[in-house]
Structure formats: structure tokens, C-alpha cells
């Protein structure tokens, strides 16, 4: 999973046949969202503040689950 450059979140993974993300925090805890558009991950990639594009354009936009601790 690339690293990214966050205080809150570690690392984001991608799936474009599933349009599935996934996302690493910090404390370890891991969530995957559905139906992420493949825009959305380059973008949080790029980003300056990954938290910051994560909490503004993800969290609350697409359905997300916590899979693991």
C-alpha cells in the first residue's frame, strides 16, 4: 500500500475493477470504501494533507466499513 503523507492516515490501497479503497490509519485501524471513483485515490495520493482530501471529499461521501482494528 503506498504511503501517504498524513498525520491520521498511514497508507490507501485501490481496486479499480471493484472501485473499492481502502485505507490504513495511523492506530491501525483499517476501513474500505465502495464505489470510490479512481480520481478520488491519485488524488489522496497527491495530496498535501491526505487527511485533509480524505475528511473533505471520502468520509461521508461513499459508504465505508471498518475491517479490522
Known sequence: MPQLKSSNL???EYQPES???TVTFQNG???RF???PEFH???LLKANSAGGY???RIR??????KVSE
Open 29 to 31: 485501524a483499517v476501513y
Open 54 to 56: 480524505f475528511a473533505s
Open 10 to 12: 498511514a497508507s490507501a
Open 60 to 65: 461521508g461521501t461513499f459508504d465505508g466499513v
Open 34 to 36: 465502495q464505489q470510490v
Open 41 to 43: 485515490y491519485n488524488n
Open 19 to 21: 472501485r473499492e479503497l
